[in-house]
């Protein structure tokens, strides 16, 4: 079992900068792939970011050149740093953890936080 707690969600002006952090507890994270999704209002989810247990970063085309995604493996902890926000960007962020190298799709993901809530605001 893997346990995710994410944290650093909140109002932000477009423009601005957001640093989300997801805590990971009941494995090894190097040995995980963790990823970053989110859900704007009313949407599905959708892939972010992507740090892969063999070491690649994978983004989505929508935040590429804008967000990264860091882990610190000693600290059990993945990293989303955000810059350049857009309104667009508004939603509920999760992270998620899979045994595989890089999957894109929530399905293949079996471990989630509970989400934190990014609102950026013109």
């Known amino acids: 079992q893997v346990q995710l707690v994410e944290s650093g969600g909140r109002l932000v002006q477009a423009g601005g900068s957001l640093r989300l952090s997801c805590a990971a507890s009941?494995?090894?994270?190097?040995?995980?792939?963790i990823a970053w999704f989110r859900q704007p209002p009313g949407k599905e989810r959708e892939f972010v970011a992507i740090t892969s247990r063999s070491g690649g970063r994978v983004y989505a085309d929508s935040v590429r050149g804008r967000f990264t995604i860091d882990r610190e493996d000693a600290k059990s902890t993945v990293y989303l740093q955000m810059n350049s926000l857009k309104l667009e960007d508004t939603a509920d962020y999760y992270c998620a953890a899979s045994t595989g190298l890089y999957p894109r799709a929530p399905s293949e993901y079996n471990f989630w936080g509970q989400g934190t809530q990014v609102t950026v605001s013109s």
């Open positions: 009941g494995r090894t994270v190097s040995s995980l792939s």
